[in-house]
C-alpha cells in the first residue's frame, strides 16, 4: 500500500465527519477513558503512587496513545487507534509494589525498545502473514466476546439502564435507520441514569496537575518481571487484535509500521511513568465497524475524534478523573457491547466459514475466552500460540495450501509496511 500525504488525509477528514465517525470515535474515547482508566488509577494507589504520579502517568499513555492513533490513521487512512496495554497496566500495578518507579521506568523503555527492534526487523510482519487468518479470528472473538456478555450481565445488575440501552438499540436498528444505534442507545441510557441518581462524584481531587519526568533507572530483576511480559503483551494482545478486527474488516493493516510506532510510544511515555502508548485493540475495534460508517475509507476519521478525546482526556486528566469516575460502569459496560457487535459478527464469520483450520481457530477462541495467563502474559497471546500448536498438529495440510496462496498474494491480509 503507498503511503498517503498527511496533509492529504487531513484535508479528507471533515468529508467523512459524521454522525457515525464521530458517534464511534467518541464511544470508543468514553470506553477508553472510563473503566480502564480507573484500572490505572487503582494499580498507582496500590503500587504507592503519588496522585501527582498517577495523573502523569494517566497523562502519558492518554496523551501520546492519542497522538499515536491520530498520526497512523492520516498516514494510511485506516481506523487505527491508538491507546494502551490494559493488561499491561494490571501488570505494572503488581510489580510496583517491588520496584521503585525510577526501576519501573526503565522496564518501561526495555519494554518498548524491544517492540522498536521487532517492527524495525520486519519479523511481526512475517509471522502475521503466516498465521492462519481463521486462527486470528477465533482470537478476536475469544477476546472480545467479555464485552457482549458483559452487556447481558450488566442487565442483571441495572436492568433499568443495562436493559433500556438494548432495546432502545434493537429498535433504532429497525426504525430510525438515519441515526446510528448505538448513539440512541447512549443518550437514552445516560438520561435514565441521571434520573435514578447513578453518577457519584467520588472524593478524588480535581485540578490541572502538570506531568512530571521521570528519569528510568535500570534493574534486571525489574526488566525480567516487567519488560518483557510488556512487550509480549502488545506484540500478542493489543497490536494482534487490532490487527485481527482490520483484517475483519477488510483493511490491510500496516503490521511492521504498527508495531514499530508502539515500541517508539513505550519509550516515550517510560520519561513520564506510563508504561507504554500502542496500538489499541477494542478502540480499534469500535472505530472500524459498521457503527463508524458504510464507506470504509471514511472510518479513520472516527480515529481522528477518538485520538483527539484520548490526548485532550491526558492533557486535563487532573481536572476530569472525577467525573470519568462518576460514571456508572454498567453504562459504559452494555454501550461497549452493543458497539462489539458488528466486530464479534465478522470474527466468527472469518474463522468458521471455511473448513480449513477450524479446529485451531476454536481452541484460540476458547485460550481468549478463558482469560488465562502464564508468566504474565495475557490469553490473548497464548490463543494465537494454542492455535497454530492444535493446526500444526491435526490440520498440518492445511498450512501448505496457505503458504502457496499466500505466495501469489491472494490471501495476504496484511501489508508490511
Known amino acids: 500500500m503507498s503511503?498517503?500525504?498527511?496533509?492529504?488525509?487531513?484535508?479528507?477528514?471533515?468529508?467523512?465527519?459524521?454522525?457515525?465517525?464521530?458517534?464511534?470515535?467518541?464511544?470508543?474515547?468514553?470506553?477508553g477513558c472510563t473503566g480502564p482508566a480507573l484500572i490505572v488509577i487503582g494499580g498507582a494507589a496500590s503500587g504507592g503512587l503519588t496522585h501527582q504520579q498517577a495523573i502523569s502517568w494517566l497523562f502519558a499513555i492518554y496523551f501520546f496513545g492519542g497522538?499515536?492513533?491520530?498520526?497512523?490513521?492520516?498516514?494510511?487512512?485506516?481506523?487505527?487507534?491508538?491507546?494502551?496495554?490494559?493488561?499491561?497496566?494490571?501488570?505494572?500495578?503488581?510489580?510496583?509494589?517491588?520496584?521503585?518507579?525510577n526501576e519501573a521506568a526503565g522496564a518501561y523503555f526495555v519494554a518498548g525498545v524491544l517492540v522498536l527492534i521487532l517492527g524495525v526487523t520486519g519479523l511481526i510482519g512475517k509471522i502475521m502473514r503466516w498465521i492462519p487468518l481463521p486462527i486470528v479470528m477465533g482470537m478476536i472473538v475469544g477476546a472480545m466476546i467479555r464485552f457482549g456478555t458483559g452487556m447481558i450481565?450488566?442487565?442483571?445488575?441495572?436492568?433499568?439502564?443495562?436493559?433500556?440501552?438494548?432495546?432502545?438499540?434493537?429498535?433504532?436498528?429497525?426504525?430510525?435507520?438515519?441515526?446510528?444505534?448505538?448513539?440512541?442507545?447512549?443518550?437514552?441510557?445516560?438520561?435514565?441514569?441521571?434520573?435514578?441518581?447513578?453518577?457519584?462524584?467520588?472524593d478524588i481531587e480535581s485540578g490541572f496537575i502538570t506531568p512530571q519526568l521521570v528519569m528510568p533507572s535500570f534493574s534486571l530483576d525489574a526488566i525480567v518481571s516487567i519488560a518483557i511480559p510488556l512487550a509480549l503483551l502488545v506484540i500478542g494482545a493489543e497490536n494482534a487484535q487490532a490487527t485481527g478486527v482490520l483484517m475483519a474488516q477488510g483493511y490491510k493493516p500496516p503490521v511492521n509500521a504498527m508495531t514499530v510506532w508502539s515500541g517508539i510510544g513505550g519509550i516515550v511515555t517510560s520519561f513520564f511513568g506510563g508504561h507504554n502508548a500502542n496500538i489499541a485493540g477494542p478502540m480499534t475495534a469500535i472505530c472500524s465497524s459498521q457503527e463508524a460508517g458504510e464507506k470504509k475509507e471514511g472510518?479513520?476519521?472516527?480515529?481522528?475524534?477518538?485520538?483527539?478525546?484520548?490526548?485532550?482526556?491526558?492533557?486535563?486528566?487532573?481536572?476530569?478523573?472525577?467525573?470519568?469516575?462518576?460514571?456508572?460502569?454498567?453504562?459504559?459496560?452494555?454501550?461497549?457491547?452493543?458497539?462489539?457487535?458488528?466486530?464479534l459478527l465478522s470474527s466468527l464469520q472469518a474463522a468458521f466459514s471455511d473448513s480449513k483450520f477450524q479446529i485451531g481457530a476454536f481452541f484460540a477462541l476458547i485460550i481468549a475466552m478463558s482469560g488465562v495467563s502464564f508468566f504474565s502474559v495475557s490469553s490473548p497471546f497464548w490463543a494465537i500460540i494454542g492455535g497454530v500448536v492444535v493446526s500444526l498438529i491435526i490440520e498440518k495440510s492445511h498450512f501448505t495450501v496457505k503458504s502457496e496462496e499466500t505466495s501469489t498474494g491472494e490471501t495476504s491480509a496484511v501489508e508490511v509496511v
Request: net charge positive; charged share 5%; hydrophobic share 60%.
Open 299 to 343: 472510518r479513520y476519521a472516527a480515529v481522528i475524534v477518538n485520538g483527539t478525546l484520548f490526548a485532550s482526556f491526558g492533557l486535563f486528566a487532573g481536572v476530569v478523573v472525577p467525573f470519568v469516575s462518576a460514571m456508572p460502569g454498567v453504562l459504559v459496560a452494555t454501550v461497549a457491547g452493543l458497539a462489539m457487535i458488528g466486530v
Open 3 to 31: 503511503e498517503f500525504n498527511l496533509v492529504q488525509s487531513l484535508k479528507g477528514v471533515p468529508k467523512f465527519l459524521n454522525l457515525n465517525t464521530i458517534s464511534a470515535g467518541t464511544l470508543a474515547a468514553i470506553f
Open 153 to 202: 450481565t450488566s442487565i442483571e445488575a441495572a436492568p433499568l439502564i443495562a436493559g433500556s440501552a438494548v432495546v432502545v438499540y434493537l429498535l433504532s436498528s429497525r426504525y430510525l435507520k438515519k441515526v446510528p444505534p448505538i448513539v440512541s442507545a447512549f443518550v437514552v441510557s445516560m438520561v435514565v441514569a441521571l434520573l435514578l441518581n447513578q453518577f457519584k462524584m467520588g
Open 67 to 101: 497522538l499515536l492513533g491520530i498520526y497512523l490513521a492520516l498516514k494510511y487512512r485506516q481506523p487505527i487507534a491508538g491507546a494502551y496495554s490494559i493488561p499491561g497496566a494490571v501488570l505494572v500495578a503488581g510489580a510496583l509494589t517491588q520496584f521503585s518507579l
